[in-house]
């Protein structure tokens, strides 16, 4: 062994022994917030914080040293949250500096918010991105998308075909589009937007509609939204993705020109398409009538379809190696529709469809693309104005039931991470931020800190409070992922990778070893420390819209609330007569339904039912049935 293996070993050794190591949020602590690290060999010491002149504002003694099995070590949990002037501030254990620079602003988690909102802009598909809005990561159009063919998976034979499948945004680190993983990543925006209006009206992300009227993130999810109509057939069933048969190398979006197709067409993207369009239709009715009432009619055509083609489940057809998404539990995404398309209709047969799935708390499990139960269990929560109270209580039990799951894996828990030994697969990242959704659920129903507390805990590990020392968000934070398997990043030449992606995280699984020369990144007993910064993983360090959209809405709504100083106002339970579309036209025996879809329209900022008369004349009713000038 060489002197210099020898120093350096003893030098290691000493640290270990000697130095404390400190894990914090690299990014910033809100003023108002819990404040947390977690640090190494320095139980029973006086970790000491102080300011940019050097002063000593807090002196905290740290706890005892408990287990934090994912990271396979002790930690103590230091509180600083009495820190509460805004600044920047440095922790100490006796002479040494731990962590990094502390910083609390009462904007903490702004910068966060509007990045990881802003990647969604990076990741617009039949577009140049501007200087103006992309700075040095401006790029040349890549996949117009104005001439798709039809694989003949989707049931469509004529080879020569196309339809215009523009717009849209690319998946992940590929350039896919794909319908199942859009719905559940455009939900989450709509409900971050949906329950922070006010903070979010002039939020600005700086894109090219920044000087609309429209605010930012629903101009950003309009991009997307205007994508995932075009995947509509004739017929109300929803293309499965478009895509090209096979991965594309890695090139810049222009350079990657082979043909695109719509790919199968089934009951998984058909039901998740119903829901987001659902829910569109009625948060861009104040915006453009137009819009919102071609979502309402696309949704209903869309749950038409699915729910005369039960068995249409997409296969992967063999020769397409792009993205799958099969494995989607189609009955999810059904509750899910018929959920938001009671919402905005108040039409019994959606009730009844809900009452007839019999949602059951005990199926209640943490949404992912592959399963939105949750999702529907968080629009029935937080309208219990509008919902059935048994449905209501099913689900707010649905989001205790994890939530306080959550909270009881914080006991005894090092780090203050929600975060259990199984949670380390492929996206672990996004498991981190959909447990902090259901947090921030839990805690806009209860108020109470608890939940808030463990999703910015959540948020924390996210920014650096993890064994790593790592911040999984590209561009914040002192120690961010620098090689993200995204494609645009890798070969755009600047050495920085796109910002405001995040990272899709450990995953102790490392199903991608095989593409990284064999380079086994696990680390056995630490499936937190299973990561590998290399753009090789794509099954630990690939981005996709799927991630960042739990992490936009985790820092997102944090922030909002502590802005705004209020979490999004969930009304009262009240009992409820609901409208049956059907008994209403029974009643005006002078009107009949229209022929087809033309039932809701969007009218006066507001959906409606609209039934034409025999004679043609229109009339319109509302939601509860009664008529409408
Ligand atoms: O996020 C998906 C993950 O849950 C699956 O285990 C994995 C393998 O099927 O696929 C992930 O999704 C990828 C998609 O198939 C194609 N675009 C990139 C996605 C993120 O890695």
């Keep these: 062994m060489s002197l210099k293996n020898i120093l350096l070993i003893t030098a290691s050794a000493a640290t270990a022994l000697f130095a404390a190591t400190a894990y914090q949020n690299q990014v910033g602590f809100l003023t108002n917030g819990i404040k947390q690290m977690a640090v190494l060999d320095a139980a029973g010491k006086d970790i000491v914080f102080k300011d940019a002149q050097g002063e000593t504002v807090l002196t905290v003694t740290a706890p005892e040293a408990q ?53 969604f802009y990076f990741q617009r598909s039949s577009t ?95 991009w997307n939204l205007d994508w995932m109509i075009t995947m509509q057939d004739t017929d109300g069933g929803v293309f499965h993705k478009l895509t090209t048969k096979q991965f594309a190398g890695m090139v810049m979006p222009a350079k990657a020109t082979a043909q695109r197709f719509a790919i199968g067409k089934g009951v998984e993207a058909t039901w998740n398409f119903a829901a ?29 379809w699915a729910y005369t083609h039960p068995t249409a489940i997409y296969t992967q057809p063999k020769d397409v190696g792009t993205g799958s998404y099969t494995d989607a539990v189609a009955w999810t995404g059904k509750l899910w529709t018929n959920a938001e398309l009671f919402r905005i209709t108040g039409d019994k047969v959606f009730a009844d469809s809900i009452h007839t799935l019999k949602i059951n708390r005990k199926k209640a499990s943490l949404q992912t693309w592959s399963n939105d139960l949750m999702l529907e269990a968080f629009t029935i929560a937080t309208n219990p104005d509008i919902f059935d109270e ?44 959909n447990k902090g959704m259901v947090l921030i659920h839990a805690y806009i129903l209860t108020k109470e800190q608890k939940y808030l ?21 590209t561009g914040f934070g002192v120690n961010q992922v620098m090689n993200p398997h995204h494609r645009p990043s890798q070969a755009d030449g600047i050495e920085a990778p796109v910002p405001g992606m995040l990272s899709g995280g450990p995953n102790a699984s490392a199903n991608d070893i095989g593409a990284c020369k064999n380079h086994d990144y696990r680390v056995a ?13 794509f099954a630990s360090n690939e981005v996709a819209i799927n991630w960042n959209a739990p992490f936009a809405y985790l ?40 022929k087809s879809g033309n039932r809701l329209v969007v009218r006066n900022g507001g959906i409606q039912v609209e039934m034409t008369n025999t004679d043609g004349t229109v009339r319109y009713f509302n939601l509860r049935g009664k008529s409408l000038k």
């Design 390 to 433: 048994a449905d209501v209580d099913t689900a707010e039990a649905m989001i205790f039931t994890l939530a306080d799951s959550y909270i009881a894996s914080l006991e005894g828990n090092g780090y203050g991470v929600a975060m259990t030994d199984n949670d380390f697969f492929w996206g672990s990242n996004s498991v981190a931020a």
């Design 525 to 537: 007993g630490a499936p937190a420390k299973s990561f590998y910064d290399n753009s090789c993983s």
């Design 67 to 119: 287990k934090w099995s994912p990271a396979g070590e002790n930690a103590s949990l230091v509180d600083f949250s009495e820190l509460k002037t805004p600044g920047t501030y440095q922790a100490y254990v006796g002479d040494s500096a731990v962590g990094h620079p502390i910083v609390v602003s009462d904007s903490a988690f702004e910068g966060v918010t509007k990045g990881s909102l802003k990647f």
């Design 128 to 222: 140049a991105l501007e200087e103006e809005y992309a700075g040095e990561y401006a790029r040349e159009m890549g996949h117009p998308d104005t001439a798709v063919k039809y694989h003949s998976s989707t049931g469509i034979e004529d080879a020569s075909a196309t339809f215009n499948g523009s717009k849209g945004w690319y998946d992940a680190g590929d350039y896919g589009k794909y319908i199942v993983n859009s719905g559940i990543s455009t939900y989450t925006l709509l409900q971050l937007y949906q329950q922070n209006k006010e903070y979010f009206k002039n939020l600005n992300l700086n894109i090219p509609e920044s000087k609309n009227d429209v605010p930012d993130i629903l101009d950003e999810i309009r």
């Design 276 to 304: 987001v369009m659902a829910l569109a239709s009625d948060i861009y009715a104040p915006f453009d009538s137009v819009f919102a009432d071609t979502c309402a009619k696309a949704a209903v055509k869309a749950r038409w």
């Design 555 to 594: 820092v997102g709504s944090i922030q909002a609330i502590m802005t705004t100083g209020k979490a999004y106002d969930v009304k009262s339970k009240v009992s409820k007569t609901y409208t049956d579309l059907d008994a209403i036209r029974a009643n005006k025996v002078n009107y009949k339904r229209a």
């Design 453 to 473: 507390d463990a999703a910015i805990g959540l948020a924390d590990y996210l920014l650096g409070r993890n064994p790593l020392d790592k911040s999984y968000l």
